[in-house]
C-alpha cells in the first residue's frame, strides 16, 4: 500500500519558520507562491529581468527580486521554470547561492533523475509535484479544496528533509486531497509514461484518429467533433466520480457492449507492447537525451511538430464549434505557442 499522508500528518510551522524562494511564474510557479502565501509563509518570487511575469507577480502581492538574489536570501528554493532550461538556470544563478543546509525542491524530478542537476552533499533535495495543472492547483486551494501531490525525498541531508517536504506540501493545499510518498525515479519514469501514452500523447491521438476516420469515411467534420472529443470530458468525469464502473453504468447497454467488444480491437496488444517501448525509452534516458538535445539547439523537431499538430483539421472544426459556448472563457486565446503562464 502506498504510504499517503494528510493534513494532520505535517506540521505547517516547519515550512513557515524557513525563506522560499520559487524561481519561475508559471502555470505551477504562480500556484506554489500563492498558496504558500497565504498558508503564512515567507515567498519570494524569483524572475529574470524584464520578465513579463513580474508585473503579474507584484499585482498579486507578492515580492519580486532577481533569481540570484532569491536564492541568496531564501533557505528553501523552488525549482518551477521549464524543465528544459533547469540544467543552466542552476549551474549559473542557483547553485552558487546554496549553502549548507539549505533545501532544494522540485515538482518534476526530471534533471535531479537524468543527472543533469547534481546538487551539492549537504543540501535536502525533495519534491513535492502536484498531480494536476498549476492553474487547478490554485484554484482548488482557493475553494478550500486541494490537488494531490507526490512527495519524495532524493537526499537527506538535514535529516529532517521529510518533515520539510510535507509541511511545504501542506503550505501548498496537497494534502487536503493526500500527498502519496514515492521517489524521484519513480515519479519521473511514471510521469513521463503517464503523459506520453494516455494523458497527452495517447489521448490527443486517439481523438484525432478517430476524427479522421469518421472524416475520411465522408461522415460532417462537427459531428465527428461532438462525437470523438466534445463527449469526451463527460465521459472522463464519470470515470473520475466512480471509477470506470460508473461510466459503464451511465451509458447505454449498446455502449457498453460495444465497448467490451470494440474497445480491445482498437487498444491491442500492438498497443501494449508499443507501451512498453516508450516505457524502455524512459527508463533508458533516451526520450530526455533527445528532448533536451533538441531543445538545445533552438527545439526545431520541437517546433515543427507543434506547428504540424496545431494545423490538424480537427482543431479548426473545433475553434467554430465552440463559439457556440458562450459560458467557455478566452474563446481567442491562442494556445499554440509558449507557455501557460
Ligand atoms: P512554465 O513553462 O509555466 O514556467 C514559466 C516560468 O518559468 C516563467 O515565469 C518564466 O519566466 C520562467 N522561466 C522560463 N525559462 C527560464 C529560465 N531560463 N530561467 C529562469 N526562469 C525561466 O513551467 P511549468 O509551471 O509548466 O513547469 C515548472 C515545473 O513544474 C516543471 O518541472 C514541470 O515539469 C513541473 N510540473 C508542471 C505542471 C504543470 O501544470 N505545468 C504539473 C506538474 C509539474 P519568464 O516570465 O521570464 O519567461
Ligand atoms: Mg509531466
Ligand atoms: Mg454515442
Not at 507562491?33 to 524569483?46: C, F, M, T
Not at 538574489?69 to 523552488?78: F, H, K, L, Q, W
Not at 524530478?109 to 498549476?134: E, L, Q, S, T, W
Request: hydrophobic share 40%; glycine share 10%; aromatic share 8%.
Amino acid at each position: 500500500m502506498a504510504k499517503i499522508y494528510y493534513d494532520d500528518d505535517a506540521d505547517l510551522s516547519i515550512i513557515q519558520n524557513r525563506q522560499v524562494a520559487i524561481i519561475g511564474y508559471g502555470s505551477q510557479g504562480h500556484a506554489h507562491a500563492l498558496n504558500l502565501r497565504d498558508s503564512g509563509v515567507d515567498v519570494r518570487v524569483g524572475l529574470r529581468p524584464g520578465s513579463k511575469s513580474i508585473a503579474k507577480a507584484e499585482a498579486q502581492g507578492l515580492r519580486v527580486v532577481g533569481i540570484e538574489e532569491a536564492c541568496e536570501e531564501a533557505d528553501v528554493i523552488m525549482v518551477l521554470a521549464p524543465d528544459q532550461n533547469q540544467r543552466q538556470l542552476y549551474a549559473e544563478q542557483i547553485a552558487p547561492h546554496l549553502k549548507s543546509g539549505d533545501a532544494l525542491f522540485f515538482a518534476h524530478g526530471f534533471n535531479i533523475h537524468f543527472g543533469y542537476i547534481k546538487a551539492p552533499a549537504d543540501v535536502d533535495v525533495c519534491m513535492v509535484a502536484p498531480k494536476g495543472p498549476g492553474h487547478i492547483v490554485r484554484r482548488e486551494y482557493e475553494d478550500g479544496r486541494g490537488v494531490p501531490v507526490l512527495v519524495c525525498v532524493e537526499k537527506d541531508a538535514t535529516g529532517h528533509a521529510w518533515e520539510l517536504t510535507k509541511s511545504y506540501a501542506k503550505a501548498l493545499g496537497g494534502l487536503r486531497a493526500g500527498g502519496i510518498e514515492t521517489s524521484f525515479r519513480e515519479e519521473t519514469e511514471t510521469d513521463l509514461f503517464g503523459e506520453q501514452n494516455v494523458l497527452c500523447g495517447g489521448l490527443s491521438h486517439l481523438i484525432e484518429t478517430g476524427f479522421e476516420v469518421l472524416v475520411e469515411a465522408g461522415y460532417q467534420p462537427e459531428m465527428a467533433y461532438f462525437e470523438v472529443c466534445h463527449e469526451m470530458k463527460m465521459i472522463v468525469d464519470l470515470i473520475i466520480e466512480g471509477g470506470i464502473s460508473k461510466q459503464r453504468w451511465s451509458i447505454s447497454d449498446t455502449a457498453e457492449y460495444g465497448d467490451y467488444v470494440s474497445g480491445p480491437r482498437v487498444i491491442d496488444g500492438h498497443v501494449k507492447e508499443n507501451m512498453k517501448a516508450v516505457l524502455d525509452d524512459i527508463q533508458s534516458g533516451a526520450f530526455a537525451k533527445r528532448f533536451i538535445a533538441d531543445q538545445d539547439a533552438g527545439a526545431p523537431e520541437f517546433k515543427k511538430m507543434r506547428a504540424a499538430e496545431a494545423s490538424h483539421p480537427i482543431e479548426a472544426t473545433g475553434k467554430e464549434l465552440r463559439k457556440m459556448f458562450s459560458w467557455l472563457e478566452n474563446q481567442d486565446a491562442d494556445y499554440t505557442e509558449g507557455t501557460a503562464a
